[in-house]
């Protein structure tokens, strides 16, 4: 444009100094005609420059709207997450209180199982005792007279009187034992053996005495007492009793080692048997 103006300026000094031809002024029309339409080129240009920078710009708006757009919904966004991960702590928080709750009363129940176990066991050792030795069945034939006969003191002693005076004795001491009269039962017991040393109850009465100790939780007194049975009465019947019933008086002392060697000595001379059963089972709960 400056070389236009520059061009134009020199045609008016030429015509001004009246000295130009036509020739010249041709020349110089055909110069300016064409600079003029390199100017007019050059315009077009920067409107198509200017057009191209405008839609350009237009693109990069709406590519900052579109930023901003997706900036603001990526921060919704992030609340929203934030909002659910705290949700979600709070839900593992409660989850963690519920497990801790319900571990402490599985361990309540465990304990509440364990003792009931020791129950029902001690129960089957009772039931298992009453079920062999003959004083049971005399006992029961004696409750089956008192029905018949009355149930008064005279009945009772009339149905005693045809039996030998060591049956009465032992069936006496029995009677204590289950009431639950155990230092009772255990003197008539002791009683009885004093008097009979060797019949066919002695070894259960001795048997009975380790029972009082053990139901009284006097431990060492009734390994003591089990001890003897096996001793005085080694081919007796209560004698895998005792030595089981041993084992477990052990184990309520806490003595897991004494325990562990009479159990296993019970399954090693009492194979295939209750006993041998029950010291299994002992076994694995300690070894726990």
């Known amino acids: 444009m400056k070389r236009c103006f520059a061009f134009i300026g020199t045609v008016f000094i030429l015509l001004s ?39 350009e710009l237009k693109k990069t708006d709406e590519a900052l709207e579109a930023l901003r757009k997706r900036q603001a919904e990526t921060g919704a966004d ?7 991960v705290r949700q979600l702590n709070g839900a593992v928080e409660s989850l963690k209180k519920d497990t801790a709750a319900l571990a402490a009363r599985l361990n309540r129940k465990d304990d509440e199982v364990k003792d009931l176990r020791e129950k029902i066991e ?27 006969g009355g149930h008064s003191n005279t009945a009772t002693k009339e149905a005693l009187k045809g039996k030998a005076d060591r049956e009465v004795a032992y069936a006496a001491a029995y009677d204590e034992f289950t009431q639950g009269k155990y230092e ?19 070894d259960n009465a001795q048997f009975w005495i380790g029972e009082c100790y053990y139901f009284e939780k006097k431990y060492e007194k009734a ?8 001793k005085n009465y080694p081919e007796g019947n209560k004698v895998p009793y005792a030595r089981l019933k041993q084992g477990l008086s052990f184990l309520n002392l806490g003595d897991k080692a004494g325990a562990k060697l009479i159990l296993q000595q019970v399954i090693k001379d009492y194979p295939n048997t209750n006993q041998a059963r029950i010291a299994r089972s002992k076994l694995v709960e300690i070894n726990q």
């Open 122 to 148: 001690s129960v089957s050792f009772k039931t298992n005792f009453l079920e062999n030795f003959l004083g049971i069945g005399k006992k029961e034939e004696l409750s089956e007279a008192n029905g018949k």
């Open 78 to 84: 992030l609340t929203e997450l934030r909002d659910t």
């Open 184 to 202: 009772k039962a255990r003197a008539g017991f002791q009683a009885f053996l004093k008097q009979y040393p060797d019949t066919e109850y002695s």
């Open 17 to 55: 100094w009246g000295c130009a031809t036509t020739q010249d002024l041709d020349r110089l029309r055909g110069e300016l005609s064409a600079r003029l339409d390199a100017a007019d080129a050059q315009v077009k240009a920067l409107k198509e420059e200017n057009t191209v920078i405008r839609s």
């Open 223 to 230: 390994i003591l007492e089990y001890e003897k049975v096996a």
